[in-house]
């Protein structure tokens, strides 16, 4: 119906073109006729192309319950509120039913559910579609659901499909696990997770270990130490206009890095939220005291010939949250460091020792790591 609204709106803004060019005289009310056909068509077209991209009930999800009523629709549920401890987290309202309605309702709703499936609440999930085992509780293998959001992106069964965003690596792993623990209606996260296998994704996931270490106020840094490591080839940047916290970056210095400058470093330790040693020829003995740096966030150790005994020493860093080990000589001490620092998101390894096998180790007991790798 869309379609041929379209092709009929086509039509009459051709004849509209013409009356107007060729007859705009003696035609005067034909023409306006059909500028009044060609804009309700549009209006309807463009409803009816709503309703093939969100369902039928679009225009009125967000309308009064009053005026959804009057349509026939079920008044709107209340809001959940954010949970705000992992404690309180249900495992299907704070997890599961959020990523479907935000990936995937769109073309599985009451009034489009393609292939047949609703994914609107936890009943119509696991009534399924055409596909008897959409949900296989037990069984995440088994699961048509599964199958489809871990297939190649171009694959013609890929879920969500039409370019629509797809679920995360998170949310894959824990869409598997729910299935897994038996695809459970509701529960607290931290009751079922037995096995501790997913506490700490859920809490990443949900931003409740956001990192608080920008509420904290610092002193002034001492300026004779920024003034003495910017004259040693330091550059030294403010990062915030109402608190102390530095950047330091060394990575395009003239001068070369010595131990001496790891000491006035320390000497910021409550300032340094940023660290460029890139290209510093940095030495593993130097990570012993950039691993007492403890606010670090960010830390680019790109270009030095740092081995996996440099690395252990900055498994204390509790509030790292970018590692850069690009074109250095570290290898399987990755598997050991990263489990240590609770708060990393990204990890660079281009041109580093570390295997095809690591990495997907660290991949698959890190879930919630993006790790950037390429081979040469």
Same mark, same amino acid.
């Given at each position: 119906?869309?379609?041929?609204?379209?092709?009929?709106?086509?039509?009459?803004?051709?004849?509209?073109?013409?009356?107007?060019?060729?007859?705009?005289?003696?035609? @005067?009310?034909?023409?306006?006729?059909?500028? !009044?056909?060609?804009?309700? &068509?549009?209006?309807?077209?463009?409803?009816?192309?709503?309703?093939?991209?969100?369902?039928? /009930?679009?225009?009125?999800?967000?309308?009064?319950?009053?005026?959804? $009523?009057? @349509?026939?629709?079920?008044?709107?549920?209340?809001?959940?509120?954010?949970?705000?401890?992992?404690?309180?987290?249900?495992?299907?309202?704070?997890?599961?039913?959020?990523?479907?309605?935000?990936?995937?309702?769109?073309?599985?709703?009451?009034?489009?559910?393609?292939?047949?499936?609703?994914?609107? *609440?936890?009943?119509?999930?696991?009534?399924?579609?055409?596909?008897? $085992?959409?949900?296989?509780?037990?069984?995440?293998?088994?699961?048509?659901?599964? %199958?489809?959001?871990?297939?190649? !992106?171009?694959?013609?069964?890929?879920?969500?499909?039409?370019?629509?965003?797809?679920?995360?690596?998170?949310?894959?792993?824990?869409?598997?696990?729910?299935?897994?623990?038996?695809?459970?209606?509701?529960?607290?996260?931290?009751?079922?997770?037995?096995?501790? @296998?997913? *506490?700490?994704?859920?809490?990443?996931? &949900?931003?409740?270990?956001?990192?608080?270490?920008?509420?904290?106020?610092?002193?002034?840094?001492?300026?004779?130490?920024?003034?003495?490591?910017? %004259?040693?080839?330091?550059?030294?940047?403010?990062?915030?206009?109402?608190?102390?916290?530095?950047?330091?970056?060394? *990575?395009? !210095?003239?001068?070369?890095?010595?131990?001496?400058?790891?000491? *006035?470093?320390?000497? &910021?330790?409550?300032?340094?939220?940023?660290?460029?040693?890139?290209?510093?020829?940095?030495?593993? @003995?130097?990570?012993?005291?950039? +691993?007492?740096?403890?606010?670090?966030?960010? &830390?680019?150790? %790109? +270009?030095?010939?740092?081995?996996?005994?440099?690395?252990?020493?900055?498994?204390?860093?509790?509030?790292?949250?970018?590692?850069?080990?690009?074109?250095?000589?570290?290898?399987?001490?990755?598997?050991?460091?990263?489990?240590?620092? !609770?708060?990393?998101?990204?990890?660079?390894?281009?041109?580093?020792?570390?295997? $095809?096998?690591?990495? /997907?180790?660290?991949?698959?007991?890190?879930?919630?790591?993006?790790?950037?790798?390429?081979?040469?």
């Amino acid at each position: 119906m869309a379609s041929v609204g379209g092709i009929a709106v086509m039509l009459l803004s051709f004849g509209c073109y013409f009356i107007n060019k060729k007859w705009s005289n003696s035609l @005067a009310i034909p023409k306006w006729i059909m500028v !009044s056909m060609v804009g309700l &068509l549009l209006l309807l077209t463009g409803h009816l192309g709503g309703n093939l991209t969100h369902g039928s /009930t679009y225009l009125l999800e967000y309308a009064p319950n009053p005026v959804r $009523n009057l @349509a026939g629709l079920p008044s709107k549920v209340e809001p959940r509120e954010k949970v705000t401890v992992l404690d309180s987290s249900d495992v299907f309202l704070d997890l599961v039913l959020p990523m479907m309605q935000s990936k995937c309702v769109g073309c599985h709703n009451e009034g489009k559910n393609k292939g047949g499936l609703v994914l609107t *609440s936890y009943v119509k999930m696991m009534v399924g579609g055409e596909s008897e $085992n959409t949900i296989v509780p037990g069984d995440a293998l088994e699961s048509e659901l599964v %199958r489809r959001i871990t297939l190649p !992106s171009e694959h013609d069964d890929f879920m969500p499909s039409e370019g629509k965003l797809p679920l995360t690596d998170q949310e894959v792993v824990l869409i598997k696990w729910w299935i897994k623990i038996g695809a459970p209606q509701n529960g607290f996260v931290t009751e079922l997770d037995t096995e501790n @296998a997913v *506490s700490s994704l859920v809490s990443n996931y &949900l931003g409740l270990d956001k990192n608080n270490l920008f509420n904290k106020k610092v002193s002034p840094p001492n300026r004779s130490i920024v003034d003495s490591l910017v %004259r040693h080839g330091f550059v030294i940047n403010p990062l915030m206009k109402d608190n102390y916290f530095l950047e330091a970056n060394f *990575s395009l !210095s003239e001068y070369d890095l010595k131990a001496s400058d790891m000491d *006035s470093l320390l000497e &910021l330790k409550e300032h340094l939220v940023w660290l460029n040693l890139g290209n510093s020829q940095v030495k593993d @003995a130097y990570l012993e005291k950039i +691993g007492l740096l403890q606010n670090l966030v960010k &830390l680019d150790l %790109r +270009g030095n010939e740092i081995t996996d005994k440099g690395i252990k020493h900055l498994s204390k860093l509790e509030n790292l949250e970018s590692l850069n080990l690009y074109g250095t000589k570290v290898s399987k001490g990755v598997l050991d460091l990263v489990p240590k620092l !609770s708060r990393l998101k990204k990890l660079y390894l281009w041109q580093s020792e570390v295997s $095809n096998e690591t990495i /997907t180790l660290l991949k698959d007991q890190n879930p919630g790591l993006t790790v950037i790798f390429e081979r040469e």
